[in-house]
């Protein structure tokens, strides 16, 4: 996978993510509808990353805005903020490729 393609489908996902959040903040819940989606793409994901890779991609969509709307924080060993935006989260889960 190249980094091109790697963002467009992070892109895509936060999209389908963000519209299906403003749909259930209106009462319609679509949650059975897009499962199986979402059991596509982790399918996906699995044979592309690794585990740890496939791990941070959806901590990065699903984790790192928490409920309060506040940004979690990731960091490496030594302290450095990583998976803060796209191009940080491709260079630490390319290393994660199959």
Known sequence: ???????????????V???SSAL???QVDLLNFEDEY???INILMD??????????IDWYL????????KKNLATDKDGNE?????PSLWKTVKEHLK
């Open 62 to 69: 699903y984790e790192r805005i928490g409920f309060s709307g």
């Open 47 to 56: 044979s592309v990353f690794d585990e740890e890779g496939h791990g941070w």
């Open 1 to 15: 996978m190249k980094y091109e393609q790697f963002k467009q489908i992070i892109k895509t996902i936060e999209k």
């Open 17 to 19: 993510r963000d519209r």
């Open 24 to 26: 259930y903040d209106l």
């Open 38 to 40: 979402f059991k596509i």
């Open 82 to 86: 990583i998976c803060y935006d796209i």
